[in-house]
């Protein structure tokens, strides 16, 4: 598992209106994001200094702050956010090759309480980018998931900081030597802990609808179009539980993921055991439309 978010020795990150190396970089120990989880966040890939899909990412995070209610202050919005990540990736030399923006946003820095802050308490902005190297071996050989109960709320369409039950799935995964955790809720696959999960049952592309179970993916959408202009039809109908024998194919779908064949799901091999026709056909599309795809 090679894919890595290494650190560029100069390292300039964003703050609150300030520009400035990492290890200067300071949020309150009040912050909200620190003391609750409470604030939302994206993360955006950048090809060659092209930021990919970023009007999605963009509409995302502005249904995943109004989702939980955060207002942007001054010149802040999702749009300025992308301009400064653009900003960044000049200023910490990643105009060349890969790289990963994130972009965090929290209800600010106050004294401890539930409720909302007063107005007057501004919200916490942190933009970063960091070298990214895709998982290119694993990608070929194909990897594998184990499953594991579905524990999150029931907002998983907003993109935000409480991601504990992500991180518990997650290391439960690494423990096993899997590379992702495949949910299970209510007796169906909702999604991966930072994916979302395709499989082929019977012949048919399946994926989990988007409802308030899943995050709606940039790559599941972006997939999902490039998969009906090759005219594969995909029914949005959760796989069951009681599917999973069925599959004969399986992948999962992310930003930095982008399409990763499961070729094992609890010890057992998926469909031959090896990445099937249509996920090589959909992982070759996405890669073409990464490669000349941009902003
Ligand atoms: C829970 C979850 N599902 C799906 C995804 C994939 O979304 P995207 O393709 O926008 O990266 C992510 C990405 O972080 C995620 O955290």
Redesign the pocket.
């Known amino acids: 598992m090679s894919a890595t978010a290494d650190r560029d020795p100069k390292d300039i990150v964003y703050v609150n209106g300030s520009f400035l190396p990492r290890a200067q970089a300071r949020v309150s120990v009040e912050d909200r994001g620190f003391v609750f989880g409470d604030g939302v966040y994206e ?1 955006l890939r950048a090809i060659n200094g092209k930021l990919f899909a970023a009007r999605f990412h963009n509409q995302r995070l502005e249904r995943s702050l109004d989702g939980v209610r955060i207002a942007l202050e001054g010149d802040h919005s999702p749009a300025r956010f992308v301009e400064i990540g653009r900003q960044l990736l000049k200023e910490n030399n990643l105009l060349k090759g890969q790289a990963t923006l994130y972009m965090q946003v929290t209800r600010g820095a106050t004294i401890r309480a539930h409720n909302f802050p007063p107005p007057d308490v501004a919200p916490t902005v942190y933009i970063s980018v960091a070298r990214f190297t895709p998982y290119t071996d694993l990608a070929e050989s194909g990897a594998s998931a184990i499953t594991q109960p579905d524990l999150r709320w029931a907002r ?1 369409d907003l ?1 935000t900081l409480n991601l504990l039950p ?1 991180v518990l799935a997650s290391q439960t995964a690494k423990e096993r030597g899997a590379f992702e955790a495949m949910l299970i809720r209510d007796g169906v696959v909702t ?6 999960f395709f499989g082929v049952v019977n012949g048919s592309l399946r994926t989990h609808p988007c409802d308030s179970h ?2 709606p ?4 959408s972006v997939l999902r179009d490039l998969a009906r202009d090759l005219k594969i039809e995909l029914d949005e109908t959760p796989i069951k539980v009681s599917e999973i024998p069925k599959l004969s194919e399986l992948f999962l ?4 993921t982008d399409v990763m064949p499961i070729v094992k799901l609890d010890d057992k091999p998926v469909g031959k055991g090896r990445p099937g026709e249509l996920t090589r056909k959909l992982q070759r599309v996405l890669a073409e439309s990464l490669a000349s795809g941009g902003d």
């Open positions: 993360v998983c993109k992500n999604e991966g802990t930072k994916t979302n899943i995050l993916g940039i790559t599941r779908t992310g930003t930095t």
